[in-house]
């Protein structure tokens, strides 16, 4: 049975309220567990055929920290270069824009006008992910607008010259029990937290993604975007899993009741 679980009110969204539904109570197989029965967390990753890490399962954003505009959400959900010391290296025509975009209160984030978020941003945001991973592909499904995200590891390169999008184009390769993703093909005009930090088409970001036991994966993010940046950077984000549940589509316009009542529409 479908049951309403959260309502997430996200800080200078406009849009309607974010509904987090998830299908409640239907067990996760394989769970390890301690000898007292409790879920073992801490057990080792689950391993494929070929004996590689298996990232396959659901996943939540770090929800430990005790800041931001819910607890749920912590601080890399509005400035992603928190704990970076001295914040990102923008170029200065960036640093303006984010100063602005505080400053209208990022009147006009992507994500507030239901357009997609960026791969990066995905994982600091408050909805569910699932990873599934097969020969030759692993796929992120969000339950945001209910989207999608291929990483294809079957060895093919990346395109010379893509047709720009918000997620990019991404190939992964295992350097041990690391799958190391590259993602080219932005378009402009995405924005990597709520504050507005932005990601140009020159960008190419490298993913290390690790998953360090049952429970927990750990992702380094490097952006390398010259337009945007005056020098390459990089975020440590955390993954949490989720057991028990599955994804129920979150569809950013349903529900909407705001669009009637702004002025000047």
């Known amino acids: 049975m479908r049951k309403l679980v959260a309502t997430l009110l996200l800080g200078f969204v406009i849009a309607g309220a974010v509904a987090q ?17 409790l879920p073992n967390l801490g057990a080792p990753a689950p391993r494929t055929a070929d004996g590689k890490p298996d990232f396959s399962g659901m996943w939540e954003a770090e929800n430990t920290r005790p ?3 819910d607890l749920r959400v912590g601080d890399q959900f509005l400035d992603l270069g928190f704990g970076v010391e001295g914040g990102l290296p923008y170029q200065p025509w960036a640093r303006d824009l ?27 945001y408050p909805t569910f992910r699932k990873i599934v991973q097969v020969p030759g592909l692993t796929i992120i499904l969000d339950e945001h607008n209910a989207s999608y995200r291929q990483v294809f590891t079957d060895g093919r390169p990346l395109p010379i010259d893509p047709q720009p999008s918000w997620n990019g184009y991404s190939t992964g390769k295992w350097e041990g029990d690391t799958l190391v993703v590259e993602t080219t093909g932005f378009r402009d005009g995405i924005w990597l937290d709520k ?23 750990a992702i380094d993010v490097s952006v390398d975007d010259p337009k945007a940046y005056t020098k390459p950077w990089t975020v440590h984000l955390k993954q949490f899993i989720v057991l028990n549940t599955d994804l129920l589509d979150y569809i950013c316009l349903e529900n909407e009741k705001d669009i009637p009542h702004l002025v000047g529409k």
């Open 21 to 37: 539904a998830q299908w409640l109570n239907y067990p996760t197989p394989g769970i390890p567990k301690t000898p007292s029965g």
């Open 67 to 69: 800041q931001g505009i």
């Open 98 to 124: 984010v100063k602005a975009r505080k400053a209208s209160h990022a009147a006009d984030d992507p994500e507030t006008h239901c357009l997609p978020i960026s791969i990066v941003r995905t994982f600091t």
């Open 195 to 217: 504050f507005g930090s932005p990601l140009t088409d020159a960008a190419r970001i490298t993913e290390r993604m690790r998953r360090l036991n049952y429970g927990n994966l």
